[in-house]
């Protein structure tokens, strides 16, 4: 029941908030505005990441406040989504950004949550800020479509919720699954046609964070050794994928990596689907897929984890190929500042 509830009042929470969350953005003008490689036709107000973090974390609080990593996983969510906020309205530069990213990882590390491969805490400090701010900036980047990131993280935060019971952590199960209520709670705004509001840099940036320090918090994964990493990327799923395909495109096509533009992941599927709708159960669908498999693995052998993770994860790059061949490679078109 407790595990129920927290998924339920996270959702009711983020469906009572982010009405409020429009209606403050329209009266402060905080607009996201069609400019660019932007493909929403009228100004669409931002501040979905404050509904969704808020609904996450008033369940979280009420329910999986006894877990120890809640209190490193709250500061570092309200830290990044202040920042990402921030950054929704004046642009902050890529080296703020990060410098806060490590911040946060550094806030993980010091309250338990981190990798732990190394005899050198030098070493597993700095494995742990990688890993955390590649998923941060990996969630970032799959914002980009209307109900993309919020599908995956849904997705994700229940398949956590699921592990993280199975591998006895109800308090962090119902952390993982108040972000999938919360995120749930989200869509019916940010899938209308058209969105009503999007997450911004504020609910991107966070939920990636809580996403990465969930995995790492997960009990057992220990015994797995350095197995655990192909599996973590596993469990990362579709944002991985879309920042490796994004990063190879743009050095295929001499564009500039950190640029946005129309080449990601949700952008060639749209052009197959016709919707943000269909595209989102897809990436849903696919990302279940995924971080199932990756759940299964955290209970198996260390040898057999390692050998399917890898498998899964060539077959990734095996799906890089595929979108990169002229029937799913994006149109030649031009790059805009992001």
């Known amino acids: 029941m407790r595990l129920e509830l927290a998924f339920l009042v996270a959702l009711g929470a983020t469906l009572l908030f982010t009405p ?27 501040l979905g990441g404050t509904a969704v973090i ?6 979280s ?14 500061i570092g969510a309200v830290v990044l989504l202040g920042v990402g906020t921030i950054d929704d309205r004046y642009a902050l530069g890529p080296l703020t950004r990060l410098a806060i990213e490590v911040a946060a990882a550094g806030v993980l590390f010091a309250g338990g949550i981190g990798w732990d491969l190394f005899a050198s805490d030098v070493l597993n400090l700095g494995l742990t800020v990688v890993f955390v701010t590649g998923v941060v900036n990996a969630f970032n980047l799959m914002d980009n479509m209307d109900g993309a990131t919020g599908t995956i993280a849904a997705v994700s935060g229940a398949t956590l919720g699921l592990l993280a019971v199975a591998q006895g952590s109800p308090e962090l199960a119902a952390i993982a699954l108040a972000l999938s209520g919360a995120c749930l709670g989200f869509l019916p705004f940010n899938l209308a046609s058209p969105a009503r509001i999007f997450l911004g840099d504020g609910g991107s940036m966070p939920i990636g964070f809580i996403v990465a320090a969930a995995i790492m918090a997960v009990p057992g994964t220990g015994q797995l050794g350095w197995a655990f990493v192909p599996v973590a990327v596993v469990l990362v799923g579709l944002p991985a994928l879309d920042t490796t395909l994004v990063v190879v495109s743009r050095l295929r096509r001499g ?5 946005g533009g129309r080449d990601h992941l949700t952008h060639r599927l749209r052009a197959k689907l016709g919707s943000a709708r269909r595209v989102a159960l897809v990436l849903g669908s696919a990302q279940a897929a995924l971080t199932a498999a990756g759940a299964v693995l955290v209970g198996t052998d260390k040898s057999v984890a390692a050998f399917v993770a890898t498998v899964l994860i060539f077959g990734g790059i095996a799906v890089v190929a595929l979108l990169e061949s002229p029937d799913w490679a994006p149109a030649a078109t031009t790059e805009w500042s992001a």
């Open 54 to 59: 808020g609904g996450m974390l008033v369940s």
């Open 61 to 74: 609080a009420l329910f999986g406040s006894g877990s120890d990593a809640f209190v490193p996983i709250a």
């Open 20 to 46: 409020l969350a429009i209606r403050l953005a329209r009266l402060t003008g905080f607009y996201d505005r069609p400019v660019g490689y932007k493909g929403h036709l009228s100004p669409t107000p931002y």
């Open 255 to 259: 564009a500039g990596v950190f640029q």
